[in-house]
């Protein structure tokens, strides 16, 4: 594409039109940008230099403007550099930057219009600027008058501007000011000024020359040489500056409280800073480092909040329910009362989105008075993210971890990481063995990131992880958790928590003098209606939804279903649909939003003896189906012969869903029956429970959440195994009020239950 061309970040080097540089590359991604360049965009990249000084510069980074350079010649070196000479063509805006490739940006541009000048004004601009650059060349024996014909045989205002740049002595970041200025006329008032500004240094020099001259003898050449160095850099300004930033260094090393070896190490590092030139590519490097080392809170503790009254006030204010978070901090502050040294807990929130882990994460560091810091390692496939790289490597920066303790600035903060039943193995590494170093208190004492490469004290930070599914954490660090399992909330739970937490908020956020009416009532039925989650992120959504509407459509300051229809769009009924039909059960199921009521058909018709099963199944929830066919056919609850010459077709609704697991092979067995016999089962009835092939029920999980779910949807009697009995003192008392459970050893009780018959 014409105007589209591979970018070139060039750090403190500025080219401009005209011009022409040699430069030699040392890095892999300039060469493939080098390469590509060649191939597809007719040896021409885009010369851009970054507005920040940092190590790795975002897009935000990166100028407007920029310069068409080409290729004219490349040379590869034997160390493997290529060495390149490279020539500004044009001045370009930059309309946008994209991704060319993992670590190659492009970006379109488009030709820059200069404006018009009137023409006696702009011939007595470019006089001036001749002149003055005469006087500058005059000025010193030592300036070469190259650029004198350039100037005299070229009368384009834009190009004597960039020649005269190219030729002066400033700094890259003069320089970079007058590559971003399109404007000719105003680069060369601006170059007028510069060149009287180096005019003025030159006479300065000349005058301090003379006056180490009259000073000194030629006995004392090497004090001269010193002065003169002195004399220019106080003049400059430069010298102070540098030595007050080596100064400051030292003065924060003194402040720290360090083992020998780690201050031995960062004391030499600074000699090493103080003795390298500032053109050194190592100073950057080096002083980068000292930064992120020295700022680190190596003594720094914030002051913890121990009242358990107070601590917990402020955690019940904040969050509904939640009580065993609630009480295992609790636990956690009476034992530091007593021991202060013990190690902080390491919390495991497992369960469904939307139920507040997050959140009560960071009501627990605001009600320790602890820092907050969220890492979030969903998808994380690189070990390095956590632990930093090393600063042999570009761009090279310390781990997560490092970061989120500089920017706490304390070592005791909350740190979450968030979604660890997400993290990627692969040939990168392997996150979750690194995050068991992290972790452990008996290592993490001496924690070393690969960036700082020195030990620090992670013994006394709070981490709490979160997870969706318990299934999907790696067990060794499964086996180092303390997991604390969040379930579901009922439609009750929900109200309540609309009542007390959601509306108070969504009232103080939008400054609301008055406040709405809205019924209990009402809210169940958004709920019913309008979500289907486990917990209250849907909720809290449509409320500020609907409550945007209403302060500004309506006078009334009840709410009822009559204004939610009204403003909201028609919701899709949670209500439990009437069964009609024989082969048709409600089957209850634990996903990763909670638990949740579906459909499971079943339908037999003439063809061969076989098995169809659609609904997008898992390997064991097809051994299910065949574990419930060849129960039913041992059984003799039905005739064997109705299974000849018939196909049997069963379908596990919410086709767009992945469904795996054995837990409903006591359904499977049910929908079966049901189609055979041709008996209706209620829409009034679930179930939960794997079958073996005797028909013996066996414990499943997720049993609190498949019945929430069960309440949630109406349904009045749910057949569990006989070995979750101990999980039901678990399920809220509301749900057991409301629900018949049905422990169940065999499916021969089901079976006398449901269709009516004794055992054969």
Sequence with gaps: MDNLVLVMLLKDLVILPFQEIKIELKDEISKKIIKVSNKKYNNRVLIVTPNTNTLTPSIADLPLVGVIAVIKNKLELSNGNLRLTLRGEKRV????????????????????????????GEEVIKNKLRDNLNSYIESSPNISNSILKVVNDNDDLSFLCDAITTFLPLKPKQKMQYMQEVNPEKRALSLIKDIKTEIKHIELEEKIDNNIEIRLS?????????????????????????????????DK????????????????????????????????VLKNYLDWTLNLPW???????????????????????????????????????????????????????????????????????REYYKISVGGLNDATE???????????????????????NTKNPVILIDEVDKMVKDYKGDPASTLLDILDSTQNVHFVDNYIEEPFDLSQVMFVLTANDIKDIPYPLYDRLEIIELSSYNIFEKV???????????????????????????????????TKEAGVRDLERILK???????????????????????????????????????VVNILAYTNIGGDVTRLECSIFNGDEKVILTGQLGEVLKESVMVALSFIREKNYVSNTMFYDHTLHIHFLSSSLKKDGPSCGVAIVTVIL??????????????????????????????KEKLIAAYNYGIKKVYIPFDNEKDLKEIPKVVLDSVEIKLVKNYDTIFNDLFNRQKK
């Excluded at 010193?226 to 850099?233: G, R, S, T, V, Y």
């Excluded at 807990?345 to 994460?361: A, R």
């Excluded at 632990?387 to 989120?404: D, E, F, H």
């Design 545 to 583: 939804k609907l409550i945007t509407k209403l302060i500004t459509s309506t006078k009334s300051l009840v709410v009822g279903e009559l204004e939610v229809v009204k403003y909201l769009k028609e919701g899709e009924s949670l209500e439990n649909k009437e069964i009609n039909n024989s082969g």
């Design 218 to 250: 030629k006995e004392q050449e090497e004090y001269y040489l010193k002065e003169k160095l002195k004399e220019i850099e106080l003049a400059l300004g430069d010298a102070k500056e540098y030595d007050d930033e080596i100064k400051e260094y030292y």
């Design 93 to 120: 805006r930059i309309l946008n930057y994209k991704a060319f490739s993992d670590d190659i940006i492009s970006a379109y541009f488009c030709d820059i219009v200069l404006p018009k000048f009137e023409a006696n």
């Design 386 to 408: 956590l632990v930093g790289s090393r600063r042999t490597y570009l761009g090279s920066l310390p781990g997560k971890i490092i970061q989120a303790i500089k920017k706490c």
């Design 496 to 530: 309540d928590i609309a009542k007390k937490y959601i509306l108070p908020k969504i009232y103080d956020e939008f400054n609301m003098s008055r406040k709405l009416l809205i019924k209990d009532e009402t809210i169940m039925y958004i709920i019913n209606n309008y």
């Design 674 to 703: 049901s189609k055979l016999l041709d008996v209706v089962i209620g829409n009034d009835v679930s179930f939960t429970g794997e079958i073996s092939l005797k028909g013996d029920l066996i414990k499943v999980g997720g049993l």
């Design 299 to 369: 003594n720094t503790l914030s002051k913890e909040n121990l009242n358990v009254k107070s601590v917990l006030n402020k955690l019940n204010k904040s969050h509904f329910g939640l009580n065993e978070i609630k009480s295992r901090i609790e636990d956690y502050i009476n034992i530091k009362n007593i021991n202060p040294e013990i190690s902080s807990p390491i919390i495991c929130l497992v369960g469904p989105p939307g139920i507040g882990k997050t959140t009560i994460t960071e009501s627990i560091a605001h009600a320790l008075n």
């Design 253 to 284: 090393l003194n402040t720290l409280d360090l083992d020998k070896k780690t201050f031995t190490k960062l004391y030499e590092s600074i000699t090493r800073l103080k003795n390298l030139s500032s053109n050194s590519p190592e100073h950057g």
